[in-house]
């Protein structure tokens, strides 16, 4: 007896113009979405920036450095200073 391999079906999708459109007007009311939603977004994080904030963060910054008080020590420190040396070759190793 012969088997007879299965053919694999083919899935297809009949769509007329106006569900085409309809998918289109969808996908388009999703991007514009999200793209409103993107720019409400990203006002509302750059308003936390604007001039008024610049002048609560000053407030804040000044009550904080009159806590911080540097000390006279740490403005006069030295920054370390490197040489640079000669390589000594020992038996060809360096």
Do not use: D, H, Y
Not at 24 to 41: E, H, P
Not at 47 to 64: C, D, F, H, I, W
């Amino acid at each position: 007896m012969v088997t007879r391999k299965k053919t694999a079906q083919k899935v297809k999708f009949e769509l007329a113009k106006s569900s085409i459109g309809g998918i289109a007007v969808v996908v388009f009311c999703l991007f514009l979405w999200t793209f409103i939603f993107g720019v409400w977004a990203g006002q509302s994080i750059l308003a936390l920036q604007g001039p008024s904030a610049r002048k609560e963060s000053n407030s804040v910054q000044r009550k904080t450095e009159k806590k911080l008080q540097v000390t006279p020590q740490t403005e006069n420190r030295v920054p370390p200073f490197i040489r640079a040396r000669k390589k000594v070759v020992t038996n060809g190793v360096q």
